[in-house]
T-cell receptor
């Protein structure tokens, strides 16, 4: 079974802090994704990566950056957290052309 | 821009009844996914539908795809309480990769005893 793990289930940060969310997958998947999930808005793609050091913007990249230095690890960075970034963050991985495997999610609160 | 609409967004049903969730999408696609999400949990993959007329079944859930109508359905047969969850469909544009899956807003299903 594919396992996708995220570094924290719950996180509370202050406005202006730099925040790192880490995601690790153990199945050698090329593709990794970061989504945020908000009530009434569904899942929205922030960034994805199709290879080490490769990344592409999703639908809502503003205020976020990512890093993929190793194939199994994909990090989401909030350079200066703001209250409107309070959300559930979901990481996912997949092989090309297949369905995504999602991690357990990180519920981030920015105060 | 690919748009995905699910309906209903909220569904309350009694155990033992049947119902269908609909997923419409706006541009051509040849790959559609259904996911389940329990409260406070992540998304779990249910079905992948890859071609027109595809039908997949698992237990009391059956999913189908009509690419000409740009419609997928998730049919629930004889619902039980354990099926209570939020169900999402997600669509990949035709001819492309599935990088940019577009998700519907989800259907919150509550099955009452």
């Amino acid at each position: 079974d594919v396992k996708v793990t995220q570094s924290s289930r719950y996180l509370v940060k202050r406005t202006g802090e730099k925040v790192f969310l880490e995601c690790v997958q153990d199945m050698d998947h090329e593709n990794m994704f970061w989504y945020r999930q908000d009530p009434g808005l569904g899942l929205r793609l922030i960034y994805f990566s199709y290879d080490v050091k490769m990344k592409e913007k999703g639908d809502i990249p503003e205020g976020y950056s990512v890093s993929r230095e190793k194939k199994e690890r994909f990090s989401l960075i909030l350079e200066s957290a703001s209250t409107n970034q309070t959300s559930m963050y979901l990481c996912a991985s997949s092989l090309a052309g297949t369905g995504k495997h999602f991690g357990p999610g990180t519920r981030l609160t920015v105060t | 821009e690919l748009k995905v609409e699910q309906n209903p967004l909220f569904l309350s049903m009694q155990e033992g009844k049947n119902y269908t969730i609909y997923c419409n999408y706006s541009t051509t696609s040849d790959r559609l996914y259904w996911y389940r999400q329990d409260p406070g949990k992540s998304l779990e993959s249910l079905f992948v539908l890859l071609s027109n007329g595809a039908v997949k079944q698992e237990g009391r859930l059956m999913a189908s795809l009509d690419t000409k109508a740009r419609l997928s359905t998730l049919h629930i047969t004889a619902a039980v309480h354990d099926l209570s969850a939020t169900y999402f469909c997600a669509v990949a544009p035709s001819g492309g990769s599935n990088y940019k899956l577009t998700f519907g807003k989800g259907t919150l299903l509550t099955v009452n005893p």
